[in-house]
């Protein structure tokens, strides 16, 4: 009998490799508008302060306390993953700035004239990020796509609403407002919004 468990054991197959479909995507070198999907995460892992809860309501995390003056966004890029699309914000610094998400209501609308702006879909999930800056000091865009349509199945559009006087906000159109969360990477800083499919 000792044999036969021995032979069993033996032949049985590796358990397989866990699921990393949830872990959060680096995306280190991939151009902008784009996102390396499935990328390893992080070195120290991410640190999510949601909680990691998806949500529908209204997400606003303070900056940490050594983030010190204005941060520079340098990258906006998205991504499709099994059960989510993802958008990530990438810094200049070694940090991310405070920021606020929520769903709002049409018309959305330009933050220097206040005219309304059209985005597509049924669902406008704001990002604003404070004491941020997609410019530079001359006045130079550092994202110069203010304006997208990723052909993804949920996200419709991207547009920079804002980018005036130390805030950044982003309005990111999508088909239906499903639950989201946000999560936050370091080197390099980013801040990470999965939107679920």
């Not at 479909?21 to 390396?36: C, H, M, N, S, V």
């Not at 309304?116 to 530079?136: F, K, Q, S």
């Not at 980018?163 to 999560?183: H, I, K, T, Y």
């Amino acid at each position: 009998m000792l044999l036969a468990l021995l032979i069993a054991c033996d032949g049985a197959e590796a358990p397989p490799p866990p699921d990393t479909a949830d872990e959060p995507a680096t995306a280190d070198g991939a151009e902008q508008g784009t996102e390396t999907p499935n990328a390893p995460a992080a070195p120290d892992g991410p640190s999510d302060p949601s909680g990691g809860d998806w949500t529908a309501g209204i997400v606003d995390v303070p900056a940490r306390a050594d983030a010190t003056g204005l941060h520079t966004l340098t990258e906006l890029r998205w991504a499709s993953h099994p059960g989510y699309e993802r958008v990530t914000f990438e810094f200049e610094e070694a940090t991310v700035p405070a920021f606020h998400l929520e769903y709002i209501d049409r018309p959305v609308r330009k933050c220097g004239s206040g005219d309304p702006t059209p985005i597509e879909g049924d669902g406008w999930l704001e990002v604003r990020l404070r004491a941020t800056a997609a410019h530079t000091d001359a006045g130079e865009p550092t994202i110069t796509v203010r304006e997208a349509y990723p052909e993804l199945e949920l996200l419709r559009e991207v547009e920079i609403t804002c980018d005036f006087e130390g805030e950044v906000v982003v309005v990111l159109g999508v088909g239906s407002p499903n639950r989201f969360r946000a999560q936050v990477l370091e080197e390099p800083a980013r801040l990470v919004v999965d939107i679920r499919r």
